[in-house]
């Protein structure tokens, strides 16, 4: 059984907060008609602090689509390497010990795709398969695990790397000015994260069984609109209700598998806003404890896309895990509007535990390639989480 390791995350060292996301909203939209209202619904996010990958003057300025996208490839490499080698060292395995790479990004375009930079410059072995995701949105994160689970499913034995790198600040567009945009500016930060699926061995989440769901002609609520600027992110006044339909999905996989999905032992969810959480809560019968991993890391990071799902599963190991056993939920929602889902039991982490349990080091030889292959490896003030 496929078994999802102990994820790493790292996040950019420019950090803002609400007072200041608040007073910048004030100040570059005086004459807004609805300036009020757009204030509100970001505080009303929950979201406390973002960490952004350039300084908040750098971000305001808009240098066009391929300045822009400049600043996602050098900054993917100057970042990815760092959390891929301690992704590696939570599931003890080598990078030659990877069968399958999985890259999601919805913030930024590289052809090829950063997964054969990586194979070449971290000792990945010129056979490892590459399956880039890059226009799922906050879904990709749920995705790319069910995709790793496929794979191992259908490779017994085989390994999977998923790397989620997500640079939200570069899609900043200063000419959008709808409530949806200010709302938008106020909620999305930036992340790297990444983990190992085993498909022998390992612990952590033993994947069990994975499922998508569709919601019919709901593909316009969530949308890019791709201009001359880049990536416009355009968003339907009615995606906060969107677990009203997606909600009964997760109970129906969950029963086919004759669980009940009100009674799991944890559930590792994307939040998207502070609504798709209460409105979970609401739907499946639980209580908002329920997802404090999830909110968690929306409060301190913001909605970071595909990384939510990664960043929410390494608090659930920070905090020592659950009983050997115990089955759960992980699940992204995103563009389509589309949730991908899947099921599964912890394995190997003692419920006692107090201290999160440390990774073993890093093999001094893959250390030293990535050090070598990376000298920007590590900026100045970057916060990094195991």
């Known amino acids: 059984m496929a078994t999802l390791c102990r994820p790493a995350i790292a996040v950019p060292e420019h950090v803002i907060t609400l007072e200041q996301t608040l007073d910048l909203a004030r100040g570059l939209h005086a004459d807004h008609p609805q300036l009020g209202l757009a204030l509100r619904l970001i505080e009303n996010t929950g979201v406390r602090t973002r960490h952004l990958v350039q300084p908040i003057d750098e971000t305001l300025r808009h240098p066009g689509f391929t300045g822009r996208n400049a600043v ?59 399956v880039p995701i890059a226009q799922l949105g906050c879904a990709a994160g749920g995705a790319a695990v069910n995709r790793a689970h496929d794979f191992c499913r259908a490779y017994p034995g085989a390994n999977v790397l998923i790397v989620a790198c997500e640079f939200c600040s570069l899609c900043y567009q200063p000419t959008d000015l709808g409530v949806g945009s200010l709302l938008s500016n106020g909620l999305f930060g930036d992340a790297v994260a990444a983990a190992v699926m ?72 994307h939040a998207g806003g502070p609504r798709i959480l209460d409105d979970l809560c609401h739907y499946l019968d639980l209580e908002p404890a329920a997802f404090r991993f999830s909110r968690a890391t929306l409060t301190e990071r913001g909605n970071i896309a595909s990384a939510v799902v990664f960043d929410a599963l390494a608090r659930l190991f920070e905090e020592g895990g659950v009983a050997d056993g115990t089955h759960g939920l992980i699940a992204g929602f995103g563009p389509g509007i589309t949730a991908e889902i899947s099921l599964g039991s912890w394995a190997g982490v003692p419920i006692e535990a107090t201290i999160p349990r440390r990774p073993r080091a890093i093999d001094v030889a893959d250390l030293a390639l990535v050090q070598a292959t990376t000298p920007l490896l590590r900026p100045a003030g970057t916060t990094i989480t195991e």
Not at 85 to 100: G, P, T
Not at 241 to 256: H, I, N, S
């Open 72 to 130: 996602y490839e050098r900054e993917a490499k100057r970042r990815v390497p760092e959390v891929v080698a301690r992704a590696l060292a939570n599931a003890e395995l080598s990078a030659r010990e990877i069968d399958l790479i999985i890259y999601v990004s919805c913030t930024g375009f590289m052809m090829p795709s950063l997964t054969a930079w990586l194979i070449n410059t971290m000792g990945f072995r010129s056979d490892t398969r590459q």
């Open 198 to 269: 085993r498909g022998r061995g390992g612990t952590g989440v033993h994947i069990e069984r994975n499922g998508s769901h569709l919601v019919p002609h709901t593909e316009d609520w969530i949308s890019y609109g791709v201009r001359d600027t880049g990536f416009h992110f355009q968003l339907d006044k009615r995606v906060p209700g969107t677990m009203e339909m997606l909600a009964p999905a997760l109970r129906t996989l969950a029963t086919e598998h004759s669980w009940d999905i009100s009674g799991l032992g944890f559930y590792i969810v």
